[in-house]
């Protein structure tokens, strides 16, 4: 009987959210889409296996590696083609910020027509709402971060959400939710209001 390793829905960016190991399940996963990602250009194979307990999962090499399950919902659609649709916008929607939009290679399941359109052209459709919105309410902070030239702009996963250069330079950038004026930096460990950030800026430049 063909069933999943743990009832978890979503799609796996770290290690908190385990799928299983694929090696002796493999043969039961089919082939349906490879496309081109990312700024290196990797050519990304995608999988998907259908459980008897009502779960699709779908699997992701990269340039012909060995695939690992990145991404498990429980059926939510009467077709195969509907179910795996609904899970790849999910994976994608997840790797955007890292992988960019995916470009059409070939496909058993979708035409690139459909996949221009339906999929990555949906996405692009509901960012750019997105952003016009956010663009329309600037909020002080944002001006905050335009005056000391970090460029802000949309990040168009949510209405208000930005990013921005971080202060502390590098590659990386901060976080900011425009309207409760929070921010934040992984990579720097350094979150807080704007209070917070005009202080850490003077700290950095050397004027504290």
């Known amino acids: 009987m063909k069933t999943v390793f743990t009832p978890q829905e979503g799609v796996k960016m770290n290690s908190q959210l385990n799928f ?13 889409l490879e496309t081109t990602e990312t700024m290196w250009d990797l050519d990304i194979q995608y999988y998907y296996r259908i459980t008897d307990d009502h779960f699709i999962q779908i699997a992701v090499s990269v340039d012909g590696t060995d695939p690992k399950i990145l991404a498990q919902y429980k059926l939510r659609n009467s077709s195969i083609k509907e179910n795996v649709q609904f899970v790849l916008e999910e994976l994608f929607e997840a790797n955007l910020l890292f992988n960019g939009y995916p470009k ?3 496909s058993e399941l979708f035409s690139k027509q459909e996949f221009e359109i339906d999929i990555v052209g949906k996405m692009k459709r509901e960012k750019q709402q ?6 329309s309410k600037e909020t002080p902070i944002i001006a905050f971060l335009k005056k000391e030239g970090l460029e802000p702009i949309p990040s168009g ?10 202060p502390n330079g590098g590659k990386h950038f901060i976080r900011i939710v425009a309207g409760s004026e929070e921010w934040g930096c992984g990579y720097c460990k350094q979150k807080g209001g704007q209070p917070e950030l005009e202080k850490w800026i003077i700290t950095l430049k050397g004027y504290a």
């Open 20 to 32: 299983g190991d694929i090696t002796p399940i493999i043969n039961q996963f089919h082939f349906f």
């Open 104 to 106: 059409f290679n070939k």
């Open 130 to 135: 997105i952003k016009d919105e956010t663009l």
């Open 157 to 166: 996963t949510a209405i208000g959400s930005w990013m921005a250069k971080c």
